[in-house]
């Protein structure tokens, strides 16, 4: 087998059964391999999902396949941080980064009544500005973005310069971020963790970068939030293909 290929790795846990059995989503990973790494690869995604505050898998499928198609580059959307007291000052700061990426108020205000009903999914809902309705008919499982990537060495650099802490969280939301934004039908994304205690998470948009919002739900909430708002959709099957299947990488080069 060649050297040179590259594997899309992914991997999903649940408790009480598979998913499709009704059990309950505990974490989902996927990243990109050459074939030497693979074993290594592997580890990591299990290393996540039998870790995991949600809870202990009884349910876990990890799969990998040649990607056979040239991968993009992508630089990392620029970040922000905002600081926010609580709860409420944190949704108010996303609802007004969302209106200005340009979701219409009304639509925002849509999402969030849904945001309760449509947790607990391990992917992300659609959500068509215009008709303020949810467009991905995935119900329960949603849409899961893959086939993206973000080599350590170089996000650990980009950490550095930023003064971020160096975590696989971060790494992969901005991944995630940043293929999003990247479609042109994509007006902004909005999301927090299903994970109990991690509270931070954040808007993002091609124009206006990722701003970090450090709470967007309570210490213990296991409920999460990944909601893509989208416009001019003409093609709603070839934005799914996109989401799934493109392949990325995430590169960051110091600005001189
Ligand atoms: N594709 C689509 N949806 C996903 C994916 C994916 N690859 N991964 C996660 N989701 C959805 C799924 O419904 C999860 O329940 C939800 O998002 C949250 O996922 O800057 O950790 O991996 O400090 O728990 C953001 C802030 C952290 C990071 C987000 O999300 C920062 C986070 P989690
Ligand atoms: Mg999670």
Redesign the pocket.
Known sequence: MSEEGFYSVRMRASENGAHEQGGK?I????LISTYGNLKNAVNVLLEKALTHSRGTPDFMQIQLELIDQPITKLKPLP?G?NEVESVKEGHSIAQNLLEIAGVPRNCIERAFEQITEN???????LFDIRSSERIDNRNDK?????R?DWSTSNFDKWAVYHK?TR?Q??K???V?ATKVSQHPATIAEL?????PE?I???VASKKLG?H?I?RLKEFGDER???IFFIDGLSDLHAYITY?EKQPIFVEWEEEK
């Not at 999301?191 to 994970?195: A, G, I």
């Open positions: 989503h974490s989902g990973g996927e970040i941080i947790s607990g999914l391990r992917g992300a809902i949603g849409i899961r973005v893959s993206m971020i975590s969280r971060v992969e939301a901005l995630l999301c927090w963790s299903d994970d991690y931070s998470g954040y990722y970090r450090t999460g939030c990944r989401l």
